[in-house]
């Protein structure tokens, strides 16, 4: 076996750049309300609230269906530290699993992978999954990497148990049945300031019962 020339610190310290973060949890409700639910990415990140860590996501380049080839920008806000990062996704099989991976930001590598299994009728085991390699140099020293990678496993565990609530406790979700019907209310959620998708679909709902208030 050959020697290597490269230092045993920088083999260290690739390894010790490198983070996968995975949770799971058990929902009760059939895989495919649960697949449409994270099929946008944006319902998963308005469930990933606390007091270390928020994060917004906003689509930039749909495609059909939310498929291969989707865009959106990633603005996170990890114990007060804001990083931004723009996603491709690389995957999609229904029912099964949705892969996207940064293409652009301050990770050296970024991928999240949410993958469904059937348990059954009416329960679904949905496991996340975060692959990341800390940036080095002046932004990889500001985030200290025990501390993130701790925000991050906190952060996809609210959202996992947040989403279980949402889940289970209204018996429906969020579907748009056509792209068009999507992409107008994303305008909507622009014209609020980019609130939660939920707050828009509550916004509309209301101006809808005032409407029909009047006619009746």
């Not at 996170?76 to 699993?97: A, M, P, V, Y």
């Not at 579907?175 to 939920?198: F, G």
Request: proline residues 4%; aromatic residues 10%.
């Amino acid at each position: 076996m050959g020697k290597s020339t490269k230092p045993l610190n920088s083999y260290w310290q690739e390894l010790h750049s490198l983070t996968v973060v995975s949770k799971s949890i058990d929902i009760k409700t059939p895989v495919d309300n649960v697949f449409t639910y994270f099929a946008r990415p944006e319902h998963v990140s308005d469930q990933i609230k606390n007091d270390a860590v928020g994060m917004t996501v906003v689509p930039m380049d749909i495609k059909e269906g939310m498929g291969v080839g989707t865009t959106f920008r990633v603005i996170g806000d990890f114990s007060g530290k804001r990083l931004e990062w723009d996603c491709e996704t690389t995957e999609f099989i229904k029912n099964e699993r949705i892969s996207a991976k940064q293409f652009e930001g301050p990770f050296k590598r970024w991928q999240i992978t949410n993958e469904f299994k059937s348990l059954g009728d009416n329960l679904t085991r949905v496991t996340m999954t975060v692959d990341y390699e800390m940036p080095f140099g002046p932004l990889g020293s500001i985030l200290d990497k025990a501390k993130f990678s701790k925000s991050a496993e906190k952060g996809m565990e609210t959202a996992l148990y947040n989403v279980r609530g949402l889940l289970e406790g209204n018996g429906s979700i969020p579907v748009y049945i056509t792209l068009d019907a999507y992409q107008k209310l994303l305008t909507e959620k622009k014209k609020m300031n980019d609130v939660p998708v939920s707050t828009v679909l509550t916004a509309i709902l209301e101006k809808y019962n005032e409407i029909e208030a009047r006619q009746n």
